[in-house]
């Protein structure tokens, strides 16, 4: 199963206040934070070996999406 990297930014942000609304107060005092790190299943970066590469951030108590920004560096073989 895949899924478009940005589709968890539009869907994430109401499940877990949803969810982060049901933990005790006390927990919800303290800042809770989620990092995705994740690459799109049929995008790349101009190689097809290269997917897409997406890193976003929610948190409490919005976690609208916070976009990383991602250097699509190029791989090098490491020679023996």
């Known amino acids: 199963m895949s899924c478009d990297p940005r589709s968890i930014a539009r869907e994430w942000p109401p499940f877990a206040r949803k969810m982060f609304a049901k933990f005790p107060e006390e927990n919800r005092a303290n800042e809770c934070a989620l990092m995705v ?20 951030i929610f948190r409490s108590p919005d976690f609208e999406m916070e976009a990383v920004q991602v250097s699509h560096a190029r791989l090098y073989r490491l020679r023996a």
């Open 37 to 56: 790190i994740s690459v799109h299943p049929q995008e790349h970066t101009g190689n097809p070996i290269n997917p897409r590469s997406f890193v976003q």
